[in-house]
Structure formats: structure tokens, C-alpha cells
């Protein structure tokens, strides 16, 4: 038994320049892990709470000393001396300390990296990484990269209500080819926005491309002449995060889209055309978050996709077994700060894993440089994963951190997605054309 020596925390900033919480667990034998706590741009009503100090002097009232305190005067006193390699004891005393479904009291932030910071002080104590640490059996693969190149949201009079729009190199032969294509199709895509639409493509919230269209399919058919000009166009899917209740008016029970408002039915009806017309791998919270019907739909209707959970699940076991009952989703986007421990993120994990379902890791767009995200992907063998677009250095370091695991796993192959993918093999009804003979879109 390696017990827990010390825990201390500051307040230190995400890759976005938001004020986070950091902590460090120091063990008895001087081994030391580090957890910190990061936030999405988009956070969905049931995730874990973000704790804030809301003085509007510091950092506009986002700054976490409020949690760092919580983290050193309630949450050390509990856990030091306890065993560092019992994580689940260790986030049970945590969740019963806060005593709060949504962990508003001491706050998730302060409560997750704590969790975090526990599980790698107890892989360093064990001398293995910390996806070695999380692994059920042997690791054999790493996961396919979705890179987000193209951001939509608000930008200006331009409203594209669809979130993100994905490029996946499944069919590459190793991770090293996958990231090289996701790379190339980025730094192609550039020139192919600004010779369609005459004008030099802006910088996302996310670090991809701003979308150049309201439309969905106007923004899918520019990934596909990108991915058609790099040479690439039968090795990638694409994929789309709607994060629709950004776009829900709750009164009317509609969404905006393309320059008008439609209902549940309509955002599927949509969807599925698009699944006609492009290789899209899947399509995640393309309803709001509490639109259970509409989920429903959507995994009912969407037959050549698979449709995954993110805001409606927030990785939280209650709410992924609701969708499981009400086979609403086909998946979900493993994203442990949604929930608040790892314990929790995993035993979300195992629920959606003994139900057949589609278990997609994702960091958060505020995000740091060693997300454990990484570590899970690895250790628990997913198909695939989310990534942001290859341009900041948090998202660079998480395809490093793929081709270093490959490196280190002995026979180490890519994922083979195929066996999930429901997509026709569209390559054949689409016409190879320079990337220069592009035109503009009307």
C-alpha cells in the first residue's frame, strides 16, 4: 500500500487563458501526479459544476480560488493517508464530501483534478503509463483522430448552426499516415476556402476554420474537394457535432438551421439527407439536451450514421442508462470532467460497453496540454476519438501522444472503425477535380 502524502492545488490557466484548478498528490514513497480540470466552450446544463469565484475583478469572476481552497481545507484532509491506488474508494469519500448530484458545493472542477492527480501519482507508483495503468487486457491498438477543422457557432451576420465539422482518416494504414492525412487536409483546406469563397478563412473558437456557410452541406462539400485535392477522398469520413441546444428556442421547441427554424423532425430529416450525400461517420447531439424523443428519432431514422450523446449524457451513467432504454443514441462522448471523477467516467464507460454502444473520448476546447482523455483512449482500446484541428499546441501534443503510444506498443495497429462505420463507400459517385478548378459556391 502507497498511501497519499500531501495534496496541494493552485490556480493556473487552460490553453484558452481561462483560470483552472491544479493539483498535485505527492505519496509516501515521493511519487507525485497531477491533475487539472478542464472546460469546454460549449457546456452542456448537466455536467459537472465549474466552480468559479465570480468576482468580476479577477480574470471577468472565472478565476477557481474558491475550489483550490476547497481542494486543500476539505478535500487533503480526507484523502491524506488513504491507499493513492484505490481510486474508487478515493472518489467515493470526494463525491460524499460535496453531497450534491451536479457537485456545486465544493465544485467538479476542484473534485476532478483532485481524481486525476490521484490516478497518475498511483500509475507512477506502479512505474507504467498511465494508459498501461488503465488497461483491462492487452493494448494492442490506438484509436483513429477526428480532426475539427471547420467551427461553426455565431460569427457575425454568418450563423452556422451545426458546431463542428470533422475530417476522419480511418482507412490509413497506421496512426502515422492517419495524422499526416488529417494534417495535409487541414493545410489544404485553407487554400481550398479562400479560392471558393474569395476571401481569407477566419480562426474558430476551436482553432479550425471558420465556417464560410450557413449550410451544413455547402461546408461538408468543401471537406470533400479538400480531402479530393490531397489525393485522400477514399481513406476519410467526415463527421458533424451539431451541440444543437446552442441553437434551441425551448418555447417554440425548434432550432435554427440554415436561416430558418425547424423541429426535431426537420434536424433529423436534414441529417439523414446529408448521410446521403457524404461519408459521415457520426453525428453527435444533432438534438438538444433534454430532446429525448428527438434523439429517439434520430437513431431510429439515421440508419448509414451513428448517432452519439454528448450534452445528453454528460457521461453520467443515470443519463446513459436513460438512453439506453430509450435507444436513443447509438453512443456517447467519453468526457471525464462532465461527471467529475474518473470512477465515474469509467463505470459510464462499462455501462455503454455492455450495451454494445460507442464509447468516442474528447478533450474540451479549453483544454490542456496532458489531458488524461489521451490515456483513456489508449487504455480502453476505443475505435476512435475526438481532436481539434492540428493547429494549436494542446491538439498537436494529443497526435504526439498517439504516435508515442504506437511507438511504445509492440505490434501497435490503427483501430479499424470499419466494423462500426455504417457509411456506403461514396468515393465512387464523386469526381476527382484539382483543387484550383474549385468555383464558388452561390
Same mark, same amino acid.
Given at each position: 500500500?502507497?498511501?497519499?502524502?500531501?495534496?496541494?492545488?493552485?490556480?493556473?490557466?487552460?490553453?484558452?487563458?481561462?483560470?483552472?484548478?491544479?493539483?498535485?498528490?505527492?505519496?509516501?514513497?515521493?511519487?507525485?501526479?497531477?491533475?487539472?480540470?478542464?472546460?469546454?466552450?460549449?457546456?452542456?446544463?448537466?455536467?459537472?459544476?465549474?466552480?468559479?469565484?465570480?468576482?468580476?475583478?479577477?480574470?471577468?469572476?472565472?478565476?477557481?480560488?474558491?475550489?483550490?481552497?476547497?481542494?486543500?481545507?476539505?478535500?487533503?484532509?480526507?484523502?491524506?493517508?488513504?491507499?493513492?491506488?484505490?481510486?474508487?474508494?478515493?472518489?467515493?469519500?470526494?463525491?460524499?464530501?460535496?453531497?450534491?448530484?451536479?457537485?456545486?458545493?465544493?465544485?467538479?472542477?476542484?473534485?476532478?483534478?483532485?481524481?486525476?492527480?490521484?490516478?497518475?501519482?498511483?500509475?507512477?507508483?506502479?512505474?507504467?503509463?498511465?494508459?498501461?495503468?488503465?488497461?483491462?487486457?492487452?493494448?494492442?491498438?490506438?484509436?483513429?483522430?477526428?480532426?475539427?477543422?471547420?467551427?461553426?457557432?455565431?460569427?457575425?451576420?454568418?450563423?452556422?448552426?451545426?458546431?463542428?465539422?470533422?475530417?476522419?482518416?480511418?482507412?490509413?494504414?497506421?496512426?502515422?499516415?492517419?495524422?499526416?492525412?488529417?494534417?495535409?487536409?487541414?493545410?489544404?483546406?485553407?487554400?481550398?476556402?479562400?479560392?471558393?469563397?474569395?476571401?481569407?478563412?477566419?480562426?474558430?473558437?476551436?482553432?479550425?476554420?471558420?465556417?464560410?456557410?450557413?449550410?451544413?452541406?455547402?461546408?461538408?462539400?468543401?471537406?470533400?474537394?479538400?480531402?479530393?485535392?490531397?489525393?485522400?477522398?477514399?481513406?476519410?469520413?467526415?463527421?458533424?457535432?451539431?451541440?444543437?441546444?446552442?441553437?434551441?428556442?425551448?418555447?417554440?421547441?425548434?432550432?435554427?438551421?440554415?436561416?430558418?427554424?425547424?423541429?426535431?423532425?426537420?434536424?433529423?430529416?436534414?441529417?439523414?439527407?446529408?448521410?446521403?450525400?457524404?461519408?459521415?461517420?457520426?453525428?453527435?447531439?444533432?438534438?438538444?439536451?433534454?430532446?429525448?424523443?428527438?434523439?429517439?428519432?434520430?437513431?431510429?431514422?439515421?440508419?448509414?450514421?451513428?448517432?452519439?450523446?454528448?450534452? /445528453? @449524457? *454528460?457521461?453520467? %451513467?443515470? !443519463?446513459?442508462?436513460?438512453? $439506453? #432504454?430509450?435507444?436513443?443514441? &447509438?453512443?456517447?462522448?467519453?468526457?471525464?470532467?462532465?461527471?467529475?471523477?474518473?470512477?465515474?467516467?469509467?463505470?459510464?464507460?462499462?455501462?455503454?460497453?455492455?450495451?454494445? /454502444? @460507442? *464509447?468516442?473520448? %474528447?478533450? !474540451?476546447?479549453?483544454?490542456? $496540454? #496532458?489531458?488524461?482523455?489521451? &490515456?483513456?483512449?489508449?487504455?480502453?482500446?476505443?475505435?476512435?476519438?475526438?481532436?481539434?484541428?492540428?493547429?494549436?499546441?494542446?491538439?498537436?501534443?494529443?497526435?504526439?501522444? /498517439?504516435?508515442?503510444?504506437?511507438?511504445?506498443?509492440?505490434?501497435?495497429?490503427?483501430?479499424?472503425?470499419?466494423?462500426?462505420?455504417?457509411?456506403?463507400?461514396?468515393?465512387?459517385?464523386?469526381?476527382?477535380?484539382?483543387?484550383?478548378?474549385?468555383?464558388?459556391?452561390?
Amino acid at each position: 500500500m502507497t498511501r497519499i502524502a500531501s495534496i496541494t492545488a493552485r490556480q493556473m490557466l487552460d490553453c484558452g487563458g481561462r483560470p483552472l484548478v491544479e493539483v498535485d498528490v505527492r505519496t509516501d514513497s515521493g511519487h507525485v501526479g497531477r491533475g487539472a480540470a478542464p472546460t469546454g466552450h460549449s457546456v452542456g446544463a448537466h455536467e459537472a459544476f465549474v466552480l468559479r469565484d465570480d468576482d468580476p475583478s479577477r480574470y471577468d469572476g472565472r478565476s477557481v480560488h474558491r475550489a483550490v481552497r476547497n481542494v486543500e481545507e476539505v478535500l487533503a484532509p480526507a484523502l491524506v493517508g488513504r491507499d493513492v491506488s484505490d481510486q474508487a474508494a478515493l472518489d467515493t469519500v470526494m463525491i460524499e464530501l460535496d453531497g450534491t448530484p451536479r457537485k456545486t458545493r465544493l465544485g467538479g472542477n476542484a473534485i476532478y483534478s483532485v481524481s486525476i492527480a490521484c490516478l497518475r501519482a498511483a500509475a507512477a507508483c506502479a512505474a507504467e503509463p498511465v494508459y498501461r495503468h488503465l488497461a483491462a487486457g492487452p493494448l494492442t491498438t490506438v484509436p483513429v483522430p477526428a480532426f475539427n477543422v471547420v467551427n461553426g457557432g455565431r460569427h457575425g451576420a454568418l450563423v452556422q448552426a451545426y458546431n463542428e465539422f470533422l475530417v476522419v482518416p480511418h482507412g490509413a494504414e497506421d496512426i502515422f499516415e492517419a495524422v499526416e492525412i488529417g494534417v495535409r487536409v487541414f493545410e489544404v483546406l485553407g487554400g481550398v476556402l479562400e479560392r471558393r469563397f474569395r476571401t481569407r478563412p477566419g480562426v474558430g473558437k476551436s482553432y479550425g476554420f471558420v465556417a464560410p456557410s450557413s449550410s451544413p452541406r455547402v461546408v461538408l462539400d468543401v471537406l470533400r474537394d479538400a480531402a479530393d485535392a490531397c489525393g485522400v477522398l477514399d481513406k476519410v469520413a467526415f463527421a458533424v457535432d451539431c451541440a444543437s441546444s446552442e441553437m434551441y428556442d425551448r418555447p417554440s421547441r425548434t432550432y435554427e438551421l440554415d436561416g430558418r427554424r425547424t423541429d426535431a423532425a426537420g434536424m433529423v430529416e436534414y441529417a439523414a439527407a446529408l448521410t446521403e450525400e457524404f461519408a459521415l461517420l457520426f453525428v453527435e447531439d444533432l438534438l438538444d439536451e433534454d430532446d429525448w424523443d428527438g434523439f429517439a428519432l434520430a437513431a431510429r431514422e439515421l440508419t448509414r450514421t451513428l448517432v452519439l450523446g454528448d450534452d /445528453l @449524457v *454528460v457521461t453520467n %451513467s443515470a !443519463r446513459l442508462r436513460r438512453a $439506453i #432504454d430509450e435507444r436513443a443514441v &447509438d453512443g456517447f462522448l467519453l468526457k471525464p470532467n462532465q461527471v467529475g471523477t474518473i470512477t465515474q467516467a469509467l463505470e459510464a464507460f462499462e455501462e455503454a460497453r455492455r450495451a454494445g /454502444l @460507442v *464509447v468516442v473520448p %474528447s478533450g !474540451r476546447s479549453g483544454g490542456v $496540454i #496532458d489531458d488524461v482523455v489521451m &490515456d483513456l483512449a489508449v487504455g480502453l482500446q476505443v475505435p476512435f476519438l475526438k481532436n481539434g484541428a492540428p493547429r494549436s499546441g494542446e491538439r498537436i501534443e494529443k497526435l504526439n501522444f /498517439l504516435m508515442r503510444a504506437a511507438h511504445d506498443i509492440e505490434g501497435c495497429r490503427l483501430a479499424d472503425v470499419s466494423a462500426i462505420a455504417r457509411f456506403p463507400d461514396r468515393t465512387a459517385d464523386v469526381a476527382v477535380r484539382p483543387a484550383g478548378d474549385l468555383e464558388p459556391v452561390a
